[in-house]
């Protein structure tokens, strides 16, 4: 049996947001924006997902942004015995 277990842990260096950087449609383009304070300069925080099976912290071409937003999370927050 094989599993991946992929967090959100972003950081936010403007504000100091620990946790997932949104992705938001800015009139047709997909961008990456703190839900804290707003913050959407790529090179003022630090986002690291998953991609072709390693984690990367690249910002990434918009095909890829898209697919990373529409991902279905399978976990949620029940308690696993």
């Not at 950081?11 to 992705?23: A, S, T």
């Not at 790529?42 to 910002?59: L, P, Q, W």
């Amino acid at each position: 049996m094989y599993a991946e277990l992929n967090t959100k842990s972003d950081y936010c260096q403007v504000c100091g947001y620990d946790g997932e950087i949104k992705i938001v449609d800015e009139d047709g383009k997909l961008d990456w924006k703190c839900p804290n304070c707003g913050n959407m300069d790529h090179s003022k925080m630090n986002v690291a997902r998953r991609t072709c099976g390693y984690i990367g912290t690249n910002f990434f071409n918009q095909g890829r942004t898209d697919e990373i937003r529409n991902r279905y999370v399978h976990l949620d927050n029940h308690k696993i015995d």
